[in-house]
Nanobody, 122 residues
Framework: QVQLVESGGGLVQPGGSLRLSCAAS????????MGWYRQAPGLQRELVAS???????NYADSVKGRFTISRDNAKNTVSLQMDNLKPEDTGVYYC????????????????WGQGTQVTVSS
């Protein structure tokens, strides 16, 4: 029932920008932490950015100053604004959220999006 659907991925030239968005839908009682992960070819999935319910954020060192994570609690969405993109930013980006559902409102469950491809190349 719960789904995280991403949008905004694509091909962009180095130095360009992309904005990824992820909308959570379904029988959601409450969303706690949200974040973005990425996985480049040959590498393990890594945390790119995360944001708590309070709005507190955390970024990987490699994206600090270039990426900005934000969330809209009313719309159950999380976004990742990516500026000054580099070829090494290429990978599959996944959004995730820790949330509780109406069926199990006292239990926190981790959900993941389907992943969206980001390719930075000239």
């Amino acid at each position: 029932q719960v789904q995280l659907v991403e949008s905004g991925g694509g091909l962009v030239q180095p130095g360009g920008s992309l904005r990824l968005s992820c909308a959570a839908s379904g029988s959601i009682s409450r969303i706690y932490g949200m974040g973005w992960y990425r996985q480049a070819p040959g590498l393990q999935r890594e945390l790119v950015a995360s944001i708590a319910t309070s709005g507190s954020t955390n970024y990987a060192d490699s994206v600090k100053g270039r990426f900005t994570i934000s969330r809209d609690n009313a719309k159950n969405t999380v976004s990742l604004q990516m500026d000054n993109l580099k070829p090494e930013d290429t990978g599959v980006y996944y959004c995730d959220a820790e949330l509780s559902t109406f069926t199990n409102p006292l239990i926190r469950v981790r959900y993941w999006g389907q992943g969206t491809q980001v390719t930075v190349s000239s």
